[in-house]
């Protein structure tokens, strides 16, 4: 059963670095989000793509973070240069559409030093 | 600011008990309100929702009581068993907003047998 697939699982980077993050989204869904989850924000909104277009790029990350959807089955999240408080996990979830059921990943675990 | 407020932040009681987690919202937009249950290492996964016309919802040992005129709902888990132990999250979204689910920060739950 093919839910959302995101690699890697984890990732160390050094500060500066650039780093790409994997996503699959389940198979035949028009929504694609992008999270960024840690302990004290809690899940933050980093995008979202409706049938492959950019619907919202969230505000303050829009600095470093750039995620793309190449096609409808695969998105990269890019973040350019690293640094260390980027470090969480980063979500990437995807649905069919109106108030339908969000699938997420496992997420990819960050760590920048 | 929080657009989605969640209390208390962390919760323990005993197996067989009743949990009860409070939620509350300050967009009136808001209309959908899913439940997130998330264990370690894992995505967050949808648990029960409900919509706006709606007071109650139940599923299982899950129930959402929705109060819209005083923008807060509350999921009460009862019977909590140890397997229930895992980080809830209260999420939120616009019929004008797409799919995006805005989240609260959580509240970590422990059940002990």
């Known amino acids: 059963d093919a839910g959302v697939t995101q690699t890697p699982r984890h990732e160390v980077a050094e500060k500066g670095q650039t780093i790409i993050l994997k996503c699959e989204p389940v198979?035949?869904?028009?929504?694609l989000f992008w999270y960024r989850q840690t302990k004290i924000q809690g899940l933050e909104l980093l995008s979202y793509?409706?049938?492959?277009?950019?619907?919202?790029d969230g505000g303050a990350f829009k600095d470093r973070f750039k995620a793309e959807m190449l096609n409808s089955s695969f998105s990269t999240l890019k973040i350019q240069p690293t640094e260390p408080k980027d470090s969480a996990v980063y979500l990437c979830?995807?649905?069919?559409?109106?108030?339908?059921?969000?699938?997420f990943g496992k997420g990819t675990r960050l760590t920048v030093v | 600011q929080q657009q989605v407020r969640q209390s208390p932040q962390s919760l323990t009681v005993w197996e067989g008990e009743t949990a009860i987690l409070n939620c509350s919202y300050e967009?009136?937009?808001?209309?959908?309100f899913p439940w997130y249950q998330q264990f370690p290492g894992e995505g967050p996964a949808l648990l029960i929702a409900?919509?706006?016309?709606?007071d109650k919802k139940e599923d299982g040992g899950f129930t959402i009581f929705f109060n819209k005129r005083e923008k807060n709902l509350s999921l009460h888990i009862k019977d909590s068993q140890p397997g229930d132990s895992a980080t809830y999250f209260c999420?939120?979204?616009?019929?004008?907003?797409?799919?995006?689910?805005?989240f609260g920060i959580g509240t970590r739950v422990l059940v002990r047998p």
């Open positions: 979830a995807s649905s069919f559409g109106q108030n339908t059921e969000v699938f």
């Open positions: 198979s035949g869904h028009n929504d």
């Open positions: 793509f409706r049938s492959k277009s950019l619907m919202e």
């Open positions: 967009n009136s937009a808001f209309d959908y």
């Open positions: 409900i919509r706006s016309v709606s």
């Open positions: 999420a939120a979204s616009a019929n004008s907003a797409g799919n995006k689910l805005t």
